[in-house]
T-cell receptor, first 116, second 116 residues
Framework: GAVVSQHPSWVICKSGTSVKIECRSL??????MFWYRQFPKQSLMLMATSNEGSKATYEQGVEKDKFLINHASLTLSTLTVTSAHPEDSSFYIC????????????FGQGTRLTVV | AQKITQTQPGMFVQEKEAVTLDCTYD???????LFWYKQPSSGEMIFLIYQGSYDEQNATEGRYSLNFQKARKSANLVISASQLGDSAMYFCAMRERQTGANNLFFGTGTRLTVIP
């Protein structure tokens, strides 16, 4: 199956700092990456869709200036949480659209962000 | 309207017994895919099983089977011979192939606890 590597797996940061999360597709080219967010005891909600070489599209209610997405290559997409606040504490997880092969869809390992 | 509905917040099952996790969906697309994922406490999303809307046979993967009833728009997951390691959150998800969004919509999940 497709291999997706996401780092870091967990991070604790101080309020007001920025955190970068990386998502790499290791064995195929990912022209599109989906970023999901999962608050405690809730489901996964799509935050944004990044496309290689172009601007990301954000779901309603997601601040594009706070959650910066860069998809500069076919194997790497990054999500930067800028000026993080405690309410940004969540589980962030990525999945390349190209991993949506006929019968499977693979995710990164996820990043648990805690802002203190 | 919710695209994916999981009405069981929590389920208990005795070890070695079978359990059914419910999932209903809502779509106007004729072509779509249904997925089930297992999420242990580590947070990773483990792909379990897939059912395509045009598949005439119910999908099976080892101890997992999907009871697909298209007319009722239901895609229940059946886990046979439950094991203690099956305790986790389980998410049903759908991808609509015709609308072009390509992302997965998730239900709210069911927490399964296997009792020794």
């Amino acid at each position: 199956g497709a291999v997706v590597s996401q780092h870091p797996s967990w991070v604790i940061c101080k309020s007001g700092t920025s955190v970068k999360i990386e998502c790499r597709s290791l064995d195929f080219q990912a022209t599109t990456m989906f970023w999901y967010r999962q608050f405690p005891k809730q489901s996964l909600m799509l935050m944004a869709t990044s496309n290689e070489g172009s601007k990301a599209t954000y779901e309603q209610g997601v601040e594009k200036d706070k959650f910066l997405i860069n998809h500069a290559s076919l194997t790497l997409s990054t999500l930067t949480v800028t000026s993080a606040h405690p309410e940004d504490s969540s589980f962030y997880i990525c999945t390349p659209a190209d991993s949506f092969r006929n019968t499977e869809a693979f995710f990164g390992q996820g990043t648990r962000l805690t802002v203190v | 309207a919710q695209k994916i509905t999981q009405t069981q917040p929590g389920m208990f099952v005795q070890e070695k017994e079978a359990v059914t996790l419910d999932c209903t969906y809502d779509t106007s697309d004729q072509s779509y895919g249904l997925f089930w994922y297992k999420q242990p406490s580590s947070g990773e999303m483990i792909f379990l099983i897939y059912q395509g809307s045009y598949d005439e046979q119910n999908a099976t993967e080892g101890r997992y089977s999907l009871n697909f009833q298209k007319a009722r728009k239901s895609a229940n997951l059946v886990i046979s011979a439950s094991q203690l390691g099956d305790s986790a959150m389980y998410f049903c998800a759908m991808r609509e192939r015709q609308t072009g969004a390509n992302n997965l919509f998730f239900g709210t999940g069911t927490r399964l606890t296997v009792i020794p």
